[in-house]
């Protein structure tokens, strides 16, 4: 399965972003999606996750300010990202699975390209 991640830009604090994951068919109806983001030198670390029931989970530093959600009639998820700051400023990978929990981990087989979001003070 192959994963299009897009969306990314510079943009200045308090400005929002809205990403993009895209992929071929309807696997976002049977599959779980969670958003991760790597900053330089950091680990990567889950961003926000939605399973195919719609449930969501959220990073705490994102709380209030990103919302996960599904369009199946574009086959794609979208993370709005709302009241930026410079500590959001990563590179935004996208990812999907049958199982709800592998994405919590981040040990799924299916990655995006990556979208780099830049956030200016």
């Known amino acids: 399965v192959q994963l299009q991640a897009s969306g990314g830009g510079l943009v200045q604090a308090g400005g929002s972003l809205r990403l993009s994951c895209a992929a071929p068919?309807?696997?976002?109806?049977?599959?779980?999606v969670g958003w991760y983001r790597q900053a330089p030198g950091k680990q990567r670390e889950l961003v926000a996750v939605i399973g195919s029931g719609g449930s969501t989970n959220y990073v705490d530093s994102v709380k209030g300010r990103f919302t996960i959600f599904i369009d199946n009639t574009k086959k794609t998820v979208y993370l709005q990202m709302n009241n930026l700051k410079p500590e959001d400023t990563a590179v935004y990978y996208c990812t999907a699975d049958t199982s709800f929990l592998k994405v919590l981990r981040g040990t799924t087989v299916y990655w995006g390209q990556g979208t780099l979001v830049t956030v200016s003070s």
């Open positions: 068919g309807s696997i976002f109806s049977t599959n779980a």
